[in-house]
Nanobody, 115 residues
Framework: QVQLVESGGGLVQAGGSLRLSCAAS????????MGWYRQAPGKQRELVAG???????NYADSVKGRFTISRDNARNTVYLQMNSLKPDDTAVYYC?????????WGQGTQVTVSS
């Protein structure tokens, strides 16, 4: 059974930074691509950043140059460093595998960016 637990969200002013963490249980973490997804009110969930098992990253155009995804396989943890935050980044952020595991969705962590 895989469990993914997100943390690190909060309220921040536009231009600020936050670092999200996702702790994963289970030995399959290190052999799978991981991603950070977000869902804003009234919108569909979207993948904003992904990292392969060997560290290759990719980003949605909306966050490219501002967000950085990384992973620590020894700690079964994936991170999302978010800089230059904008009000449009306000959403609940989730981590999951890429492609997502249906049972992998956790509670997420709320990120709110005020203008």
């Amino acid at each position: 059974q895989v469990q993914l637990v997100e943390s690190g969200g909060g309220l921040v002013q536009a231009g600020g930074s936050l670092r999200l963490s996702c702790a994963a249980s289970g030995s399959i973490f290190r052999i799978n691509s991981m991603g950070w997804y977000r869902q804003a009110p009234g919108k569909q969930r979207e993948l904003v950043a992904g990292v392969t098992s060997d560290g290759i990253t990719n980003y949605a155009d909306s966050v490219k140059g501002r967000f950085t995804i990384s992973r620590d396989n020894a700690r079964n943890t994936v991170y999302l460093q978010m800089n230059s935050l904008k009000p449009d980044d306000t959403a609940v952020y989730y981590c999951n595998f890429v492609p997502p595991y249906r049972l992998g969705w956790g509670q997420g962590t709320q990120v709110t960016v005020s203008s």
